[in-house]
């Protein structure tokens, strides 16, 4: 009996020794640890994307040189998960573009910083990556504005409808550039001004008659009250890559594009010239991705009280028809705090897709990494709060009330999402919402005309266009 507590007693403790025997090698391994063998390839896979001349960032992470000043920063904010910057609610929903870092990239880069920041032999640096000048993706068309101005209408560069695979923006001055919208311009009127939860006072647009079940009606649809946006540029924000399971986003062809320019003064003197680079799609797509922007939740009459630490602001929308979603974009300003989308189902279920927190200076797109089917008749709600107490850093000034506009002191809340649909879908019925009891129905309003996109294409082939 003796003998056996002896064996159990022995096998418990070798089976102890097994579970930390990593961490001590680890731990052994960490004096060895140097920029050239064992940082530089975290931060090309990590980092680089960002820290680098001309990028958001603004310290350059592409030699041993322009790294060390900082390696206790970098230990601090990879332990404190400040970077690489991600605000995604772990228990909700998984995203590809998740930039997390692993838990041994985390410790060799502490470990590193602790260690006296080494660079290390110069046999064991990896060979540098080639980043494109001035661009994260290989644009096949590039346009620009003229000179700073917010609003512009520029050639479009495409005389037939065309598939593209990504839309870059690019600001020559970011630091004055407060956001970017590109947009194909509607012939449709636009409201005065819509917001969600406020009482508007919407009128129908009259359509043509048509044979409704056999009856001729004057048809009626509602004005919109969110816009189709081609892409969009936030500080910090990656480009939108449109290749989620066979899909491109279609830009039609002929007329103009708007180009919309945000600016933030920031005290000094200095041109932007903002350029925009399309990357054609290499084959004709099965699906069709289309970026919706809703108009601000915000009841414009219910300015944000002075002092309020969470102030609470409520959209809904409905679906149209059947879509997929698959990125997510919550804009706020300097008192942002956070943004929730939720779906509720036509049979009731309720499932929160995105749960995150805002930071003006990284405004990230969240890309899903599976596809969400949505039924025709789901309701998405967003929830968003804003800080406008002594609490919060960037808060301009806690003591006066918070008006919405698109100033900087202002406030937003702009809840942008992508779907993909079928090729030939009509985007304008993606979102049936619904103004004082006028909205989109089947049965009431006869589905529009589409019009195909022009297959298989003849594609651009200049480089630039002016």
Not at 110 to 131: L, M, Q, R, S, T
Request: charged residues 20%; aromatic residues 10%; positive net charge.
């Amino acid at each position: 009996m003796v003998r056996l507590r002896i064996v159990l007693l022995l096998m418990t403790i070798t089976a102890s020794a097994m579970q930390f025997t990593p961490v001590y090698v680890f731990a052994r391994q960490d004096l060895t640890v140097s920029f050239n063998k064992d940082v530089f390839p975290i931060l090309q896979r990590n980092c680089q994307i960002c820290h680098r001349p001309g990028e958001v960032a603004p310290i350059s992470f592409l030699s041993y040189d322009s790294t060390r000043p900082w390696a206790k920063a970098i230990k601090e904010a990879v332990l404190s998960k400040k970077m690489p910057p991600w605000f995604a609610d772990p228990r909700y929903g998984g995203f590809r573009n998740d930039p997390k870092l692993s838990e041994i990239e985390m410790r060799t880069l502490a470990a590193w910083a602790d260690n006296g920041a080494p660079e290390g032999e110069a046999k064991y640096k990896p060979v540098p990556i080639e980043w494109p000048e001035g661009w994260r993706t290989q644009p096949d068309v590039i346009i620009s504005i003229p000179e700073p101005h917010n609003s512009f209408f520029v050639p479009n560069p495409f005389t037939q409808d065309t598939w593209v695979s990504s839309i870059e923006i690019r600001p020559t001055s970011p630091s004055v550039v407060h956001h970017v919208m590109l947009q194909v311009p509607e012939d449709t009127p636009k409201p005065a001004s819509f917001s969600w939860g406020a009482t508007s006072a919407s009128t129908c647009l009259p359509l043509p008659v048509n044979a409704v079940n056999g009856v001729n009606a004057q048809l009626t649809r509602p004005r919109k009250n969110f816009a189709i946006l081609e892409a969009v540029y936030v500080p910090g924000s990656p480009v939108t890559d449109f290749q989620f399971h066979d899909s491109a986003k279609l830009i039609p062809g002929g007329g103009k594009l708007r180009i919309e320019v945000h600016y933030t003064p920031n005290g000094k003197a200095g041109p932007d010239q903002t350029r925009i680079g399309f990357a054609l799609a290499k084959h004709p797509p099965q699906r069709r991705f289309i970026t919706l922007a809703p108009k601000s939740l915000a009841n414009p009459r219910k300015r944000i009280p002075p002092g309020e630490p969470n102030w609470e602001t409520r959209g809904e929308l409905e679906f149209g028809q059947d879509a997929q979603l698959v990125w997510f974009m919550p804009h706020m300003h300097l008192r942002g705090k956070d943004m929730t989308f939720s779906l509720i189902a036509p049979n009731g279920r309720e499932e929160t897709v995105l749960s995150a927190k805002f930071n003006f200076n990284w405004q990230l797109g969240y890309e899903l990494e599976e596809p969400i089917r949505v039924r025709k008749g789901t309701r998405m709600i967003v929830v968003a709060h804003h800080d406008n107490s002594a609490n919060n850093p960037y808060n301009l000034d806690p003591t006066k009330e918070v008006a919405w506009g698109n100033l900087t002191s202002d406030e937003m809340v702009l809840p942008w999402f992508g779907v993909i649909v079928d090729k030939n879908a009509d985007p304008e019925r993606i979102l049936s919402i619904r103004e004082d009891g006028c909205g989109i129905n089947d049965g009431v309003i006869a589905p529009l005309p589409v019009r195909a996109p022009t297959l298989p294409f003849p594609l651009p082939t200049r480089r630039n266009v002016k």
